[in-house]
């Protein structure tokens, strides 16, 4: 790390710090999406550096100024929960989850067989849980660089009653002067780590030496090769007719639902391992790993203008 040029991270964390400020001087009833993922746990940070006094290390003594938000596909990682709620648990702040099971239960989501990929359906759920908390903004760890559908949007994004996002009504953030005028029932979506790259964001976890669930580091995990991913084994992506299972070291680069998050051959075993795997990287994390975004060209951008994330 000593031979990285980092010292642009301090812009991207000012900048960061300047929006997660704004968002709470301009709404009345944000929330911070945190799944567990390693982009939530940059913005959790980030949130911590924001309103809370650093005591030392990691440690910082207060409380944020809005309550977590995740929306629980019933299809995670158990190892992803488990640190979510460590994670909670140790910061003291207040965890709201929206379980897309209750959602299933309800009658809005309706799944065609029981190993469905719920990551589409998610979007359901979301939206019930804004409205049954009456937010009026979402903090989210969505970067540019990560899809060319998240490449368009604003870093305060405008959500109509419905949580739609309409690519061609975005407002303009000249000299970083934002419009957060909303209607009754419309909410914003804010993005602070809107200018950071995969490689931003491992930098910046082993500098400030976040804690992230093992998912992200090597470790030796049942999969099977299928359309030019590993896809894990589990219960809920069993194998099909013909597929070999193989024992492979691997790590995630994003973690998401099981039904369509794979991992990566690896044997990075810590954030600088990482860096330097990234540095090599000729594709991008969902590229690579997510095979829901490989039904369409548009498949992001369609799911965003529903109300996704």
């Known amino acids: 790390m ?6 642009h991270l301090a812009w991207l964390e000012e900048e960061a710090i300047f929006v997660l400020r704004e968002v709470a001087a301009s709404f009345e009833r944000p929330a911070l999406l945190f799944s567990g993922g390693k982009d939530s746990c940059v913005v959790l940070r980030l949130a911590e550096k924001a309103f809370k006094q650093h005591v030392a290390g990691n440690a910082f003594r207060g409380h944020l100024p809005f ?9 995670n990682f158990p190892e992803v929960i488990a640190f979510r709620d460590q994670r909670v648990a140790e910061m003291g702040e207040r965890l709201v989850v929206g379980h897309l099971d209750d959602s299933i239960a309800r009658g809005t989501v309706r799944l065609a067989h029981p190993l469905e990929p719920r990551n589409p359906h998610q979007t359901v759920t979301l939206l019930e849980a804004i409205e049954a908390h009456r937010f009026d903004a979402l903090i989210g760890g969505a970067r540019r660089d990560e899809e060319k559908a998240r490449a368009k949007e604003r870093i305060f994004s405008h959500r109509d009653a419905f949580g739609q996002w309409q690519p061609k009504e975005q ?3 000249l000299w970083t002067l934002f419009n957060t005028r909303h209607r009754p029932g419309e909410h914003f979506r804010a993005f ?25 580091y090597s470790h ?5 090769r299928r359309r030019g991913l590993l896809v894990p084994v589990t219960p809920v992506t069993p194998t099909e007719a013909g597929e070999t299972v193989e024992t492979v ?6 973690v998401g639902d099981i039904t369509c998050t794979c991992p990566v051959e690896s ?11 990234t540095l090599a990287a000729t594709i991008s994390e969902r590229g690579a790993t997510r095979m829901d975004d490989r039904t369409s060209d548009t498949s992001m951008e369609r799911r965003k203008k529903e109300g996704y994330f």
């Open 2 to 7: 000593s031979a990285i040029d980092d010292r």
């Open 192 to 216: 602070p780590i809107s200018n950071w790259t995969e490689l931003d964001v491992w930098m910046y976890i082993a500098r400030e030496s976040l804690p992230l669930a093992g998912l992200y």
């Open 220 to 224: 030796r995990r049942s999969v099977v």
């Open 67 to 75: 309550p977590l938000l995740h929306v629980d596909t019933g299809h």
């Open 249 to 254: 070291a691997v790590r995630f680069r994003t």
């Open 267 to 277: 044997d990075a075993a810590n954030a600088t391992q990482v860096v330097a795997e």
């Open 171 to 173: 407002r303009p953030e």
